[in-house]
């Protein structure tokens, strides 16, 4: 038994009739060499179909004329029968009658041998390999088989020839004479391998296919282990053996030339001899077959199962010390680059042995599997990719550099420094995450689509291997959105906002005077309440959304595991969206996992902000034009800043000057508003617009910022309960002052701070940046889009989208679980929810000095 990979080596007997040294000099220098037109195909036939004088050659597979002295047997073979025992009694008797009286059976025993021994030869030593070898050698003269140049006649077919660069023009030159196809007429999607089994004596046994699981050792149903030979369909199969049964199920070994059926355009049928790649095959001592290197590999054709036989040290009924199981099984197909007709090139099985000391069987268990893998060319795949990574990435760039530019000119700030190379790193990490998304969604669905929609085959799924790429542009879009989203998010919780009060004491009462024992007259106290309904309204629309995210999350496992979509990430060419439970289930593909679950992500989220901003908004509830329209009802105004000297301005002036009034006066208001008896509530005369995006001066705001740093001094309102009176005061003082000044400024009452109201030109809308600089005045952009939720969740939908879509993609790749993927990712959802929530509330009262024990 040949030396495995860790295996163990049972000596053969040398051959005592010739000296190596005879041998030696009988062998030829040179081997004979495959063309690039070399094909391995042959006609198919069966022994019975040989005629009365005829005999099936057990070599060529094929009928043959008898000889004068030959007739046919029992089973149409021919040549003499020896009884024989084994390797060390038997090498000697077959490697004789095989080169003396080119007895087949001998021959194929003989081959046999070298077979069990891996196929491996030395020069250096005389083996069954370097035996059969030496009688191909000296057998130059005898004619080819079926004009294969390595198969002689009379001997088996074992090897490819041992020259460098031989195994990729066998395995990538020569396409399969047949076309396969998914659908339509012409649907071919069945791989009919058979083979030809020759017990360990050499006797062919019979033509079979390989359907039914004659090379699974794994055992299955009939209707999950024919799936393996299902074009299209990738196959794995795992399981763990006891060594009992192998010993019982496989007394002595089979063995198997393995070929592919298939009909030519005359129906006539052919098959075409598959090449194997024994991993444990040594030449001159080196697994040449375990390099990365195909031009290094030999290729060879026979292979078998289990060995009991040669692992058996004196007595050829005791139980074996060591015996060698076939514990990886590979079948590869590859497909034939830009073929449109489901062309492939000959298949290729790929087999690792294991050897195995029997110790205790009953005890002793084996892991063996069996896989069928579909393989293409990706580098054309590849290269497309990297074009498009390379040109959306070239367009990020600008679009970052758009956007620093418009930050800087928001923040009033000409200088380049470090913290506009950092906001810059930002913006890029947001826009690349963008770019990755969309190369992924587009590969993902190109093969979902192309895969699965097509009928003559023209590609193939990615193998796992070459999955990592895509799995890596995931990643990194993840990891990108993710910043771009903290970024977000960090911007929203440190926004400058205030609440003006437009309300004016309405007259004077009578207040007692502390100390004095006497009353004294004083203006009636404008009322905190509105103010406070206000900021509560304005706290619970922060982290409102154009989604229901718990509908969203539902919904996609509704549809993926109720209806079934997930069955079309299977790697098999069917459509169909549910399966039997009888039948074979293939390997997920995490391309298409991903691509199912972002067009379904994606449509049910498109479907939901349609629907919101079609039908809910407007017949049901708006809730930041709500707002708006609440400010204006309760005489507020709100001022935000999102940055130094950009903001938005919400306008809430009461047009009938009072607000603070008894339900008879304010159902009177609405009444005189909606029949147009009052004014239009715009900031501009005669004009509905109350919404602006402002550019403040330089000079407005640090006047706004003297003010603000004592609004804001000891963290503002938090410690009424604690705080000394004249903090409290001064704070108050402050609030005071800061609504004075605004109100001032909104009232053009400041001269040197004034501002004027313009629209945005189409290209500043595009560009999302104001040409316009506030030098001496502030500009008020008319704003009919209510940008202002853009400090909110509401205004990042598609942000907030794409993470939710990513985070539930990363997690399924990582667990391959729809559901603990659902589960996790509105986890996150609820935990940056409240985070934004807790963390907004707090920012909202520390900069209007709003109690936050009244935000509830």
């Known amino acids: 038994m040949a030396t495995g990979r860790g295996g163990v080596r049972v000596a053969m007997v040398a051959w005592p009739a010739l000296s190596a040294a005879v041998m030696t000099a009988l062998l030829f220098s040179a081997l004979p060499r495959v063309s690039q037109a070399q094909s391995f195909s042959l006609p198919f036939r069966q022994p019975e179909s040989c005629s009365h004088n005829q005999y099936f050659d057990i070599s060529a597979l094929s009928c043959v004329p008898c000889g004068a002295n030959q ?24 490697a004789a009658a095989c080169w003396v009286y080119a007895n087949l059976t001998s021959c194929q025993a003989l081959g046999n041998m070298c077979v069990m021994n891996m196929n491996s030869y030395d020069f250096a030593t005389f083996d069954a390999c370097r035996l059969f070898q030496f009688i191909f050698e000296n057998t130059a003269g005898l004619r080819t088989v079926h004009y294969v140049s390595f198969w002689r006649q009379n001997l088996p077919w074992l090897f490819y020839g041992d020259q460098l660069g031989l195994a990729p023009q066998v395995l990538s030159t020569i396409p399969l004479p047949t076309n396969f196809s998914f659908k339509g007429q012409n649907q071919n999607t069945k791989l009919k391998f058979v083979a030809a089994s020759y017990d360990i004596r050499g006797n062919f046994l019979k033509w079979q296919t390989l359907e039914g699981g004659v090379l699974q050792l794994c055992p299955d149903t009939e209707t999950r282990l024919n799936a393996a030979y299902s074009f299209g369909t990738t196959y794995q ?155 959306l990435g070239g367009l990020a760039v600008l679009l970052s550099l758009l956007k620093t530019a418009g930050w800087k000119r928001r923040l009033g700030s000409p200088m380049i420094d470090l913290q ?156 169909s969206l549910s399966r039997s439970p009888s039948s074979y289930i293939a390997p997920y593909s995490r391309i298409l996992r991903y691509a199912v679950s972002t067009a379904l992500w994606l449509v049910i989220g498109i479907i939901q902000i349609v629907f919101f901003a079609v039908f809910y908004e407007r017949f ?6 709500q707002f708006v329209d609440l400010c204006c009802m309760s005489n507020i105004s709100v001022f935000l800043l999102s940055h130094k000297c950009f903001g938005y301005y919400i306008h809430g002036r009461s047009v009938h000057g009072h607000a603070d009034t008894n339900m008879e006066e304010m159902n009177m208001n609405l009444k005189r508003e909606a029949e147009n008896l009052c004014s239009q509530r715009g900031l501009v005369p005669n004009t509905d617009g109350q919404t602006f995006q402002i550019a403040v001066s330089s000079q407005m705001r640090q006047h706004y910022d003297r003010i603000h740093d004592t609004l804001t001094r000891k963290n503002g309102p938090a410690r009424l309960l604690n705080s000394s009176a004249s903090t409290f005061e001064q704070s108050i003082k402050a609030y005071h002052t800061m609504n004075k000044f605004l109100g001032s400024f909104i009232d053009h009452v400041h001269k040197e701070m004034d501002y004027f109201i313009k629209d945005k030109l189409l290209l500043e809308r595009i560009l999302g940046m104001e040409f316009m600089e506030p030098m001496d005045k502030s500009i008020f952009y008319n704003d009919e889009g209510y940008s202002f939720s853009s400090v909110l969740y509401y205004g990042n939908e598609a942000t907030l989208l794409i993470f939710d879509l990513l985070f ?49």
């Open 237 to 391: 199969q795992n399981c763990e053996i006891p060594i009992s049964k192998i010993l019982t199920d496989f007394p002595t070994p089979i063995f198997y030339d393995v070929y592919l059926e298939y009909t030519d355009e005359n129906q006539h049928q052919y098959i075409w001899a598959v090449p194997v790649l024994n991993l444990n095959l040594q030449h001159n001592k080196l697994f040449v077959n375990q390099d990365s290197s195909s031009g290094n590999w030999l290729l060879t054709r026979r292979i078998f199962l289990v060995d009991a036989v040669s692992g058996q040290e004196n007595d050829l009924g005791s139980q074996p010390r060591v015996i060698r199981v076939a514990t990886q099984i590979s079948l590869s197909i590859h497909l034939v680059p830009n073929t449109k007709n489901g062309n492939i090139y000959p298949p290729l099985i790929t087999i690792a042995y294991s050897d195995i000391d029997t110790k205790d069987p009953n005890l002793q268990s084996v892991k063996v599997s069996f896989s069928v893998n579909y393989e293409m060319n990706q580098e054309e795949a590849h290269v497309q990719t990297d074009i498009a990574l390379g040109v």
């Open 620 to 625: 049901i509830e708006d809730k930041i034009r």
């Open 808 to 856: 539930f993609c990363v997690v399924d790749l990582a667990c391959q679980n729809f559901i603990l993927a659902a589960f996790l990712t509105y986890l996150q959802q609820e935990i940056f929810r409240f985070i934004r929530n807790t963390v907004g509330q707090r920012n909202l009262a520390s900069k209007t000095l709003v109690d936050q024990r009244f935000l509830i």
């Open 71 to 94: 007739r046919q047997d029992a089973r149409g073979e021919t040549g003499m029968s020896l009884t024989s025992e084994w390797f060390a009694k038997y090498l000697q008797s077959s």
């Open 420 to 575: 506009t190379v950092m906001k810059f790193l930002l913006y890029y990490a947001g826009d690349l995450a963008n770019v990755f998304f969309i190369i992924t969604v587009g590969i993902g669905l190109y093969w979902l689509i192309f895969f699965k929609a097509q009928k003559s085959v023209s590609v193939f799924l990615p193998m796992p291997v070459q999955e990592e790429r895509f799995i890596t542009y995931v990643g990194c879009a993840f990891a990108l959105k993710a910043l771009q989203f903290l970024h977000k998010l960090i911007s929203q919780i440190t926004i400058d906002i205030f609440f003006i009060d437009w309300e004016r004491p309405k007259g004077k009462v009578l207040k007692a005077v502390e100390g004095e024992g006497g009353v004294r007259s004083a203006t009636v106290p404008v009322s905190i309440w509105r103010t406070y309904f206000v900021a509560n309204e304005w706290n619970e629309i922060q982290t409102v959304r154009k989604i229901n995210p718990l509908f969203q999350v539902l919904t996609v496992i509704f549809f993926l595991e109720v209806v079934g979509f997930k069955n079309l990430a299977l790697m098999d060419s069917s459509s």
